[in-house]
Protein backbone atom coordinates (compact mmCIF):
# COMPACT_ATOMS: atom_id res chain seq x y z
CA UNK A 1 0.00 0.00 0.00
CA UNK A 2 1.54 2.66 -1.19
CA UNK A 3 2.33 5.71 1.87
CA UNK A 4 2.32 9.14 1.83
CA UNK A 5 2.93 11.68 4.41
CA UNK A 6 -0.26 14.00 3.99
CA UNK A 7 -3.61 13.14 1.75
CA UNK A 8 -5.46 15.75 1.33
CA UNK A 9 -9.71 15.31 0.33
CA UNK A 10 -10.93 17.28 -1.56
CA UNK A 11 -9.53 19.54 -5.06
CA UNK A 12 -11.28 22.69 -4.29
CA UNK A 13 -9.43 26.52 -3.49
CA UNK A 14 -9.05 25.21 0.28
CA UNK A 15 -7.82 21.55 -0.30
CA UNK A 16 -5.44 22.32 -3.42
CA UNK A 17 -3.92 25.30 -1.36
CA UNK A 18 -3.28 22.83 1.51
CA UNK A 19 -1.44 20.98 -1.31
CA UNK A 20 1.02 23.49 -2.43
CA UNK A 21 1.96 24.28 1.43
CA UNK A 22 2.51 20.87 1.95
CA UNK A 23 4.45 19.93 -1.07
CA UNK A 24 6.37 23.19 -1.21
CA UNK A 25 7.83 21.59 2.83
CA UNK A 26 8.81 18.38 1.11
CA UNK A 27 5.99 16.38 2.07
CA UNK A 28 5.32 13.63 0.02
CA UNK A 29 1.23 14.72 -0.92
CA UNK A 30 -1.95 13.05 -2.28
CA UNK A 31 -4.81 15.26 -2.86
CA UNK A 32 -8.16 12.84 -3.83
CA UNK A 33 -10.77 14.57 -5.08
CA UNK A 34 -14.50 13.53 -7.29
CA UNK A 35 -13.48 16.44 -9.16
CA UNK A 36 -11.11 19.76 -9.72
CA UNK A 37 -12.51 22.88 -8.52
CA UNK A 38 -15.58 21.86 -6.52
CA UNK A 39 -17.41 24.56 -5.94
CA UNK A 40 -15.45 27.32 -8.33
CA UNK A 41 -16.61 25.72 -11.14
CA UNK A 42 -20.10 27.23 -10.31
CA UNK A 43 -18.98 30.67 -10.88
CA UNK A 44 -18.00 32.12 -13.80
CA UNK A 45 -16.14 35.36 -12.56
CA UNK A 46 -14.43 35.73 -9.76
CA UNK A 47 -14.07 39.48 -8.39
CA UNK A 48 -12.76 39.19 -5.21
CA UNK A 49 -9.41 37.08 -5.27
CA UNK A 50 -6.63 38.61 -4.57
CA UNK A 51 -4.08 39.56 -7.24
CA UNK A 52 -6.89 39.47 -9.92
CA UNK A 53 -10.09 41.58 -10.93
CA UNK A 54 -11.53 39.41 -12.68
CA UNK A 55 -10.76 35.68 -13.11
CA UNK A 56 -13.08 32.64 -13.80
CA UNK A 57 -13.41 29.79 -11.32
CA UNK A 58 -12.14 27.08 -13.50
CA UNK A 59 -8.98 29.67 -14.40
CA UNK A 60 -8.40 29.77 -10.31
CA UNK A 61 -7.85 26.36 -9.90
CA UNK A 62 -5.81 25.40 -13.26
CA UNK A 63 -3.68 28.07 -12.10
CA UNK A 64 -3.59 26.59 -8.10
CA UNK A 65 -3.31 23.03 -9.68
CA UNK A 66 -0.26 23.72 -11.71
CA UNK A 67 1.46 25.66 -8.70
CA UNK A 68 0.69 22.42 -6.18
CA UNK A 69 1.66 20.06 -8.81
CA UNK A 70 5.16 22.28 -9.60
CA UNK A 71 5.90 21.21 -5.82
CA UNK A 72 5.06 17.40 -6.71
CA UNK A 73 1.38 17.05 -5.31
CA UNK A 74 -0.18 14.26 -6.79
CA UNK A 75 -4.25 14.53 -7.54
CA UNK A 76 -5.89 11.40 -8.01
CA UNK A 77 -9.60 11.43 -9.30
CA UNK A 78 -11.33 9.66 -7.26
CA UNK A 79 -13.80 9.94 -4.19
CA UNK A 80 -12.95 8.80 -0.38
CA UNK A 81 -15.06 6.35 1.01
CA UNK A 82 -13.39 5.99 4.46
CA UNK A 83 -11.02 6.86 6.57
CA UNK A 84 -9.55 4.76 9.40
CA UNK A 85 -6.45 5.72 12.52
CA UNK A 86 -4.35 3.31 14.10
CA UNK A 87 -0.98 4.05 15.88
CA UNK A 88 -1.24 7.33 14.63
CA UNK A 89 -1.16 6.07 11.05
CA UNK A 90 -4.30 6.78 8.74
CA UNK A 91 -5.87 4.70 6.06
CA UNK A 92 -7.64 6.02 3.34
CA UNK A 93 -10.08 3.55 1.29
CA UNK A 94 -11.51 5.26 -2.54
CA UNK A 95 -14.78 4.46 -4.49
CA UNK A 96 -12.69 3.00 -7.10
CA UNK A 97 -11.04 0.42 -4.66
CA UNK A 98 -7.65 2.49 -3.95
CA UNK A 99 -6.14 2.59 -0.35
CA UNK A 100 -3.53 4.60 0.74
CA UNK A 101 -1.59 5.24 4.01
CA UNK A 102 -1.04 8.63 5.43
CA UNK A 103 0.87 10.09 8.56
CA UNK A 104 -2.05 12.88 8.32
CA UNK A 105 -5.09 13.52 6.70
CA UNK A 106 -6.22 17.12 5.44
CA UNK A 107 -10.23 16.85 4.82
CA UNK A 108 -10.90 20.10 2.48
CA UNK A 109 -14.52 18.21 1.15
CA UNK A 110 -16.27 21.65 1.01
CA UNK A 111 -20.24 21.41 0.58
CA UNK A 112 -22.35 21.03 -2.50
CA UNK A 113 -25.06 24.24 -2.64
CA UNK A 114 -28.95 22.50 -3.00
CA UNK A 115 -30.15 22.40 -6.27
CA UNK A 116 -33.39 23.65 -7.60
CA UNK A 117 -34.12 20.32 -9.24
CA UNK A 118 -35.67 22.08 -12.51
CA UNK A 119 -35.06 21.90 -16.42
CA UNK A 120 -32.53 24.87 -17.51
CA UNK A 121 -30.87 24.66 -14.12
CA UNK A 122 -27.60 22.71 -14.98
CA UNK A 123 -27.12 24.28 -18.27
CA UNK A 124 -27.61 28.27 -16.89
CA UNK A 125 -24.85 27.36 -13.82
CA UNK A 126 -22.60 30.00 -13.28
CA UNK A 127 -23.94 31.43 -16.24
CA UNK A 128 -26.98 33.41 -14.34
CA UNK A 129 -28.02 31.21 -11.95
CA UNK A 130 -25.74 31.15 -8.64
CA UNK A 131 -25.89 29.56 -5.50
CA UNK A 132 -24.07 32.45 -3.39
CA UNK A 133 -26.18 35.61 -3.04
CA UNK A 134 -23.22 37.13 -0.84
CA UNK A 135 -20.58 35.96 -4.06
CA UNK A 136 -22.64 36.94 -6.82
CA UNK A 137 -24.87 39.60 -5.75
CA UNK A 138 -22.59 42.55 -7.18
CA UNK A 139 -22.70 40.74 -10.55
CA UNK A 140 -26.45 41.65 -10.94
CA UNK A 141 -26.01 45.22 -10.68
CA UNK A 142 -29.01 47.22 -12.38
CA UNK A 143 -30.67 43.96 -12.98
CA UNK A 144 -33.89 41.77 -12.46
CA UNK A 145 -32.99 38.97 -9.99
CA UNK A 146 -34.93 36.12 -8.72
CA UNK A 147 -34.90 34.66 -5.07
CA UNK A 148 -35.64 31.26 -4.71
CA UNK A 149 -36.12 30.49 -0.97
CA UNK A 150 -37.84 31.13 2.52
CA UNK A 151 -36.52 31.46 6.34
CA UNK A 152 -34.60 33.65 8.22
CA UNK A 153 -31.32 32.83 6.25
CA UNK A 154 -33.18 34.64 3.48
CA UNK A 155 -33.44 38.29 5.31
CA UNK A 156 -29.52 38.73 4.77
CA UNK A 157 -29.89 37.87 0.97
CA UNK A 158 -32.49 39.65 0.43
CA UNK A 159 -31.12 42.85 2.04
CA UNK A 160 -28.38 42.19 -0.09
CA UNK A 161 -29.52 41.60 -3.40
CA UNK A 162 -31.91 44.76 -3.54
CA UNK A 163 -29.33 46.82 -3.13
CA UNK A 164 -27.75 45.75 -6.19
CA UNK A 165 -30.89 44.44 -8.47
CA UNK A 166 -32.95 46.64 -9.78
CA UNK A 167 -35.92 44.60 -8.75
CA UNK A 168 -35.79 41.08 -6.82
CA UNK A 169 -39.25 38.82 -7.07
CA UNK A 170 -38.79 36.49 -4.13
CA UNK A 171 -40.46 33.30 -5.00
CA UNK A 172 -41.82 30.70 -1.98
CA UNK A 173 -43.49 28.17 -1.48
CA UNK A 174 -45.98 29.69 1.36
CA UNK A 175 -47.76 32.63 2.46
CA UNK A 176 -45.17 34.49 3.77
CA UNK A 177 -40.94 34.31 3.34
CA UNK A 178 -40.13 35.15 6.72
CA UNK A 179 -42.36 35.12 9.96
CA UNK A 180 -40.96 37.84 11.47
CA UNK A 181 -42.88 40.40 10.13
CA UNK A 182 -40.45 43.55 11.54
CA UNK A 183 -37.89 41.12 9.29
CA UNK A 184 -39.91 41.19 6.33
CA UNK A 185 -41.06 44.83 6.65
CA UNK A 186 -37.40 45.72 6.33
CA UNK A 187 -36.82 43.13 3.63
CA UNK A 188 -39.18 45.23 1.57
CA UNK A 189 -38.68 48.88 2.88
CA UNK A 190 -36.42 49.42 -0.31
CA UNK A 191 -39.89 49.13 -2.42
CA UNK A 192 -37.65 46.83 -5.34
CA UNK A 193 -39.05 43.43 -4.03
CA UNK A 194 -41.72 41.78 -5.39
CA UNK A 195 -43.42 38.85 -3.10
CA UNK A 196 -44.40 35.75 -5.27
CA UNK A 197 -45.95 33.67 -2.73
CA UNK A 198 -47.28 29.79 -3.46
CA UNK A 199 -44.98 29.51 -5.53
CA UNK A 200 -42.27 27.41 -6.89
CA UNK A 201 -39.85 27.13 -10.19
CA UNK A 202 -40.08 25.05 -12.22
CA UNK A 203 -38.11 25.89 -15.63
CA UNK A 204 -34.82 28.21 -16.02
C1 LIG B 1 -22.12 30.19 -7.24
C2 LIG B 1 -20.98 30.46 -6.30
C3 LIG B 1 -20.24 31.62 -6.48
C4 LIG B 1 -19.18 31.90 -5.61
N1 LIG B 1 -18.47 33.04 -5.83
C5 LIG B 1 -17.46 33.36 -4.98
C6 LIG B 1 -16.71 34.56 -5.16
O1 LIG B 1 -16.94 35.33 -6.07
N2 LIG B 1 -15.73 34.82 -4.26
C7 LIG B 1 -15.46 33.98 -3.20
O2 LIG B 1 -14.56 34.28 -2.41
N3 LIG B 1 -16.15 32.83 -3.02
C8 LIG B 1 -17.14 32.51 -3.87
N4 LIG B 1 -17.87 31.39 -3.66
C9 LIG B 1 -17.55 30.54 -2.53
C10 LIG B 1 -16.34 29.68 -2.87
O3 LIG B 1 -16.51 29.12 -4.16
C11 LIG B 1 -16.22 28.57 -1.81
O4 LIG B 1 -16.15 29.14 -0.53
C12 LIG B 1 -14.97 27.76 -2.06
O5 LIG B 1 -14.89 27.34 -3.40
C13 LIG B 1 -14.97 26.55 -1.12
O6 LIG B 1 -13.80 25.84 -1.38
P1 LIG B 1 -13.46 24.49 -0.65
O7 LIG B 1 -12.18 24.01 -1.21
O8 LIG B 1 -13.57 24.69 0.82
O9 LIG B 1 -14.66 23.48 -0.97
P2 LIG B 1 -15.30 22.99 -2.36
O10 LIG B 1 -15.10 23.97 -3.43
O11 LIG B 1 -16.69 22.58 -2.00
O12 LIG B 1 -14.43 21.72 -2.74
C14 LIG B 1 -14.57 20.50 -2.09
C15 LIG B 1 -13.94 19.44 -2.96
O13 LIG B 1 -14.00 18.19 -2.23
C16 LIG B 1 -14.43 17.17 -3.10
N5 LIG B 1 -15.02 16.10 -2.29
C17 LIG B 1 -16.06 16.19 -1.42
N6 LIG B 1 -16.28 14.99 -0.83
C18 LIG B 1 -15.34 14.15 -1.34
C19 LIG B 1 -15.03 12.77 -1.14
N7 LIG B 1 -15.71 12.01 -0.27
N8 LIG B 1 -14.00 12.23 -1.85
C20 LIG B 1 -13.28 12.98 -2.72
N9 LIG B 1 -13.53 14.29 -2.94
C21 LIG B 1 -14.55 14.85 -2.28
C22 LIG B 1 -15.42 17.86 -4.04
O14 LIG B 1 -15.60 17.11 -5.23
C23 LIG B 1 -14.70 19.18 -4.28
O15 LIG B 1 -13.75 19.08 -5.31
C24 LIG B 1 -18.89 31.03 -4.53
C25 LIG B 1 -19.64 29.85 -4.36
C26 LIG B 1 -20.66 29.55 -5.24
C27 LIG B 1 -21.43 28.27 -5.05
Given at each position: ?43 NE?Q ?6 S ?72 KGVS??VICDAPLYRGKKVVL ?9 NIVRLRDYASKVYW ?19 KGNVE ?10
Open positions: MKKYDVIIVGAGIAGLTAALYAARQKLSTLVISADLGGQLLLTINFPGFMISGLELIRKVEEQAKTYGAEILFDEVTSIAEQENLFTVKTASGNEFQAEAVVLAFGKSPKEMGVPGEKELKGYCVGWGLHNYEVFPGEKPLEEEELLNEAMSLVPFSEPVEV
